[in-house]
């Protein structure tokens, strides 16, 4: 899938800051971070409809999304931690109504030593 | 909570074997989607079902949403069908947070 495109793919960390950075070509108007640790479904942490946060999901504070314009979405994290260790992906959809399709992209695996 | 459940939790296939997988969901659903995840991959959608049965190669959903379950028939299995499904519901009216259930992890041999 190249029109939704995530870096980086791979990370490793102690305890720093880093950011994720996500882009879709699709047109979409809405864009999602979702949260999927080890043998555990997708969980949404973030949604953005039109560049606005219109869902924040219960989320550690060190974790601050940002949606720059509506074909991009990054994921800042500060001071990491064991249990962020997850893959991360971002998704977009046409819109948020019903009956959209939801596409994702590659995810990004962070790893925290 | 919102509650989505999968069973069974795993599954083995001889190649040419059907399957079939189930979801069900302790609230009403505005959505429903089944996603394939291939091992250490991405999620796919392959099926938008809110209600009803639909159809798309290999693959049919049915949904009955007064029942609150939808399930996937896998026909005439091959290797590459090997993988973790996923069933994702959208509980929220308007909103597309979807909530994944636990997945069916199907492996299917030659």
């Known amino acids: 899938n190249t029109k939704i495109t995530q870096s980086p793919r791979y990370l490793i960390l102690g305890r720093a800051n880093k950011s994720l950075e996500c882009e879709q070509h699709?047109?979409?108007?809405?864009m999602y971070w979702y949260k999927q640790s080890a043998e555990k479904p997708p969980e949404l942490m973030f949604l953005?409809?039109?560049?606005?946060?219109?869902r924040n999901e219960t989320v550690p504070s060190r974790f601050i999304p940002e949606c720059p314009d509506s074909s991009k979405l990054l994921l800042h994290i500060s001071a990491v931690d064991p249990e962020d260790s997850a893959v991360y992906f971002c998704?977009?959809?046409?819109?948020?109504?019903?009956?959209?399709?939801?596409?994702f992209g590659e995810g990004s695996r962070l790893i925290v030593v | 909570g919102q509650q989505v459940q999968q069973s069974p939790a795993s599954l083995v296939l001889q190649e040419g074997e059907n399957a079939e997988l189930q979801c069900n969901f302790s609230?009403?659903?505005?959505?429903l989607q089944w996603f394939y995840q291939s091992p250490g991959g991405s999620l796919v959608s392959l099926l938008s079902?809110?209600?009803g049965t639909k159809h798309t190669g290999r693959l049919t959903s049915t949904t009955v949403t007064k029942e609150r379950r939808s399930s996937l028939h896998i026909s005439s299995s091959q290797t590459t069908d090997s993988g973790t499904y996923l069933c994702?519901?959208?509980?929220?009216?308007?909103?597309?947070?979807?909530?994944f259930g636990t997945g069916t992890t199907v492996s299917v041999s030659p």
């Open positions: 079902n809110p209600s």
């Open positions: 699709l047109g979409h108007n809405a």
């Open positions: 994702a519901i959208d509980p929220y009216q308007g909103g597309r947070a979807l909530i």
């Open positions: 953005y409809n039109l560049k606005q946060l219109i």
């Open positions: 609230s009403t659903a505005t959505q």
């Open positions: 998704a977009s959809s046409h819109g948020t109504a019903s009956g959209n399709t939801l596409y």
